[in-house]
């Protein structure tokens, strides 16, 4: 397609940068030009000007400016008819082969390609979080067979034609500035791809901590996304009801909080008990289970309930991590379900509790 304008914001420094930038300037792909726009600016960042002086674009900000101001900034500077967008703490993978000819050519027939995401499975809660990321890229696989659209993507690898870009009007001053791209690419009817054989790897939280604030931000940028354009999120599932799948990608254990929310108990309950009653008439050796029924069908029905939901999950996951190549392991999975996904849900929840009913709560860095 011509021109790649590549571009890579840093906050003051980032450990996976040179080796970013050395495998894009190696990639075989001759017609591109990249921009490392760095807020607050290390001493780490600094040496790498030097190295990599009159191959790379270097804009250097004292201050910290935000992610979408200097992006918006960067591109208005250059000159490509692609535009793509890595963060600092992305490593391509060396399996993907002519990384950037794939992204052009998939941009051929879309206006927006978001690229496949793993993680580094570095230690115990980057192995848990690859499953998140399985679940983001399934979303995105389906969204871009299914529907050639989609509601937001994960932006830290990402491209898109300067003409869909400029028509959006860039990048808003939002948390979650993927999800709100997405939205408005699909309002525009803009085409979506998501690209399956080239692939990057990210960094995962280095801890539960800082997993738990980086969450928290995505929460609240989630919730205020909702919040924003709830109208015509209604709208778009109403013509596609199908993007409520997405939900149980995202989130797996949404259909048992669901299940608990709608139904009272009391019906499962209910329901079990008669049906032991019956069954004991024609057999007197069910008479104790019928007895003790009022007290521990709850307790039964909610562990059938989470082990053959956790059986249905871990199929799908599994089926989905063999089609997007994806590594699976059961017990690092049933961590995931029945921990982590219960955890990153209630997050969420919060969030929007929070923006719904105590907005000023919320202090909001809109530079980070």
Do not use: H
């Not at 075989?28 to 600094?46: H, N, T």
């Not at 849900?345 to 919320?362: F, G």
């Amino acid at each position: 397609m011509g021109l790649m304008s590549i571009f890579i914001p840093v906050y003051r420094e980032s450990d996976m940068l040179e080796g970013l930038l050395e495998d894009l300037l190696e990639d075989p792909y001759e017609d591109k030009e990249i921009f490392v726009i760095i807020d607050e600016p290390s001493l780490k960042s600094l040496r790498l000007i030097d190295k990599f002086r009159g191959k790379v674009n270097f804009v250097l900000n004292g201050e910290r400016r935000g992610k979408a101001r200097v992006l918006n900034d960067a591109v208005e500077d250059s000159s490509g008819d692609i535009l793509l967008f890595l963060d600092a703490d992305v490593t391509i993978d060396g399996e993907s082969g002519d990384f950037l000819k794939k992204i052009s050519d998939s941009l051929e027939n879309a206006d927006i390609v978001e690229i496949k995401k793993g993680v580094v499975r570095d230690s115990i809660i980057a192995r848990i979080v690859s499953y998140d990321y399985l679940g983001f890229s399934s979303t995105s696989w389906f969204f871009s067979r299914f529907l050639g659209k989609c509601l937001g993507f994960n932006g830290a690898a990402f491209a898109i034609r300067r003409e869909a870009f400029n028509s959006m009007g860039g990048f808003r001053r939002t948390i979650c500035e993927d999800l709100d791209m997405g939205l408005r690419s699909c309002l525009k009817g803009f085409k979506f791809k998501f690209l399956v054989d080239a692939n990057v790897y990210t960094k995962a939280p280095s801890s539960w901590s800082e997993w738990f604030k980086q969450r928290k931000r995505w929460g609240i940028g989630a919730a205020l996304w909702l919040k924003e354009n709830y109208r015509s999120l209604l709208r778009i599932v109403r013509e596609y009801p199908r993007i409520l799948l997405s939900l149980l990608l995202l989130f797996p254990s949404l259909p048992t909080a669901m299940s608990i929310l709608i139904i009272p108990e009391d019906i499962y309950v209910k329901i079990a008990y008669i049906l032991f009653f019956i069954l004991s008439t024609r057999a007197s050796v069910l008479l104790p289970p019928t007895a003790f029924a009022s007290t521990t069908l709850s307790m039964i029905k909610n562990m059938l309930m989470t082990v053959s939901s956790l059986l249905a999950y871990s199929l799908l996951f599994y089926i989905l991590a063999q089609k997007l190549n994806f590594p699976f392991n059961p017990l690092e999975f049933t961590f995931y379900y029945l921990i982590y996904s219960p955890l990153w849900l209630i997050t969420v929840a919060a969030s929007i509790a929070r923006i719904l009913l105590k907005p000023e709560w919320i202090n909001i860095d809109w530079k980070v």
